[in-house]
């Protein structure tokens, strides 16, 4: 077990950790305005020099190799050291499935229609992942979904924000809504082995709205260890209120010194690590 390096808080000064990512949904009618929704986020994270971590679904993945433009944007957010990640929409997501599961075809589609949805299977997650490669083909971190079956995380995913243990206290299970802005705070990184590979899990906090939006200040206020994790998604609405938490990080950490990514916190060794077992 790794042991923290993190120092305590001076008095009146927060130097609390903290990583941002942006989740990018699978609607394909949606993309072009949540890429403006993006390029906003990206310049508020340029300005205060934060990187932030992106995170796509395979949807996004032609939408921008195949245009010029947002390909060079893609280079760009590299060059910037932005970490380019994945996001999932399991089988089970109330929203907008991304056509991807590990399930079979028709079990999958099964499972769709009793929530009401009638979409289109687009393969399995080796097809998944093959996808996101077009955008990073290193890709080995993200938000997969994966709270309810681990079994879903491609071998390439080792680092993700969606264990459903808590990652402060003791290891256990969520019990929490997921607007709580608690679930964002990290004291320890969670490890564990999903189909022989190991694993490495910290967790997010939303940002979606005001009260989210104030939640988040709270809960990052009270932290005098750790790692704090916010996410919000490329949505006007949302990403808003998102630029008013940079805004309010920018005042707490002028530079920027306390922004990672989702790799760099994990692989920074800021935090111990406690081991869980994914399939309970």
């Not at 508020?44 to 992106?54: D, E, P, S, V």
């Not at 609405?237 to 989702?262: N, V, W, Y």
């Amino acid at each position: 077990m790794s042991k923290s390096l993190i120092i305590e808080k001076p008095r009146g000064e927060s130097i609390t950790y903290y990583f941002i990512a942006i989740h990018n949904e699978p609607r394909i009618e949606d993309l072009e305005i949540n890429y403006q929704a993006l390029e906003e986020l990206v310049a508020k994270a340029n300005k205060y020099n934060m990187k932030l971590t992106l995170m796509f679904t395979p949807q996004w993945a032609d939408f921008i190799v195949n245009n010029s433009g947002r390909a060079a944007d893609l280079k760009q957010w590299e060059k910037q050291d932005y970490e380019i990640a994945a996001h999932h929409h399991c089988i089970r997501h109330r929203g907008v499935w991304d056509g991807y599961t590990c399930l079979p075809k028709e079990e999958a589609l099964q499972i769709r229609r009793r929530i009401g949805r009638n979409e289109t299977y687009l393969g399995d997650m080796k097809d998944y992942i093959s996808e996101l490669k077009k955008l990073n083909p290193d890709i080995h971190s993200g938000c997969l979904n994966d709270e309810g079956d681990k079994n879903i995380l491609p071998d390439e995913i080792i680092y993700d924000t969606c264990s459903g243990y808590v990652n402060f206290g003791e290891p256990w299970s969520i019990r929490m809504l997921p607007r709580n802005a608690e679930l964002g705070r990290n004291e320890f990184v969670s490890v564990g082995i999903v189909k022989g590979v190991e694993r490495r899990w910290l967790n997010h906090s939303l940002i979606m709205d005001d009260e989210t939006l104030e939640n988040a200040k709270q809960a990052y206020s009270s932290m005098r260890l750790g790692v704090y994790g916010v996410v919000t998604h490329s949505v006007k609405i949302q990403a808003e209120k998102m630029i008013k938490f940079m805004d309010f990080l920018h005042s707490r950490d002028p530079k920027g010194e306390k922004c990672k990514t989702l790799s760099e916190m994990i692989e920074s060794k800021l935090l111990p690590e406690k081991q869980i077992d994914p399939y309970k």
